[in-house]
């Protein structure tokens, strides 16, 4: 008996450690992560998802990153057969009581000028500003290189050779 409670204590704590979740008024901001990236990566994608509890939408306005010079909001999407990327300045919309979630692929945070390597399993101070509940400060796990956005690995969807 005693070794199943402790098996279910490791195992609370490991799931406790491993998550990080972020809170601002009725916003809840989950798990914030980036890819690794090869040594002279100029660019990464930064991923979360935002659920909004509260009876109000918000927006999403702005990021920053610690490791990158700028940080833009972006959409990807197929457009007549061609992956096409582009800001999204006006941020995007939190509808009340729904959620944004930013993934590879589609909606995301571009983090641009990079300084440095993102190396699989550090955190790396972030924020994100909203409309409403203003600026929280988040850290952006990073993630292997084949990470996916349901936490399981998938191809490297890439920025590369995308038009913005």
């Given at each position: ?76 999407k ?5 992956m ?9 919309p ?71």
């Amino acid at each position: 008996m005693r070794f199943f409670l402790f098996a279910a204590f490791v195992a609370a704590s490991l799931s406790a450690a491993s998550a990080h979740d972020y809170r601002a008024g009725d916003l809840v901001i989950e798990h914030p992560w980036t890819r690794a990236t090869p040594a002279a990566a100029p660019v990464a994608g930064g991923y979360l998802v935002v659920v909004n509890k509260g009876s109000a939408a918000d927006r999403l306005v702005s990021a920053g990153f610690e490791r990158s010079k700028t940080v833009e909001i972006h959409e990807m999407k197929q457009e007549g057969g061609v992956m096409r990327m582009r800001a999204l300045p006006a941020g995007l919309p939190i509808p009340a009581g729904g959620r944004l979630e930013l993934a590879p692929g589609g909606l995301h945070l571009m983090f641009m000028g990079l300084e440095g390597r993102l190396n699989e399993g550090e955190r790396i101070k972030g924020e994100l500003v909203f409309e409403k509940a203003g600026r929280v400060a988040v850290e952006f796990k990073v993630e292997s290189l084949g990470y996916g956005s349901k936490g399981k690995a998938e191809g490297h969807g890439g920025h590369g050779g995308h038009k913005h």
